[in-house]
């Protein structure tokens, strides 16, 4: 885990999910399986998502769009016989 960052944030984020449903039914309410690995997905998502950039890398990565590829160089021309 050491070398990779994003997988201690995972494990870190999915811990912070797992006390938020621990959380929510300690207070009585009643989620269902599924809703608290999406609350736990959903949690980790948006965490690794925003990552490095920040939150304001994030929004401006939605607002703008992803970068474009570079263009392809065109093909070379054959030389004459």
Known sequence: ???????????????????????LSHFNVSISTETAVAIGGTITTIVLWIGRKGLKGAVESIWQGSPKPPATPPPPIPPKP
Request: hydrophobic content about 50%; glycine content about 8%.
């Open 1 to 23: 885990m050491n070398s990779n960052p994003n997988a201690t944030v995972a494990g870190a984020t999915t811990a912070i999910g797992v006390f938020i449903t621990w959380l």
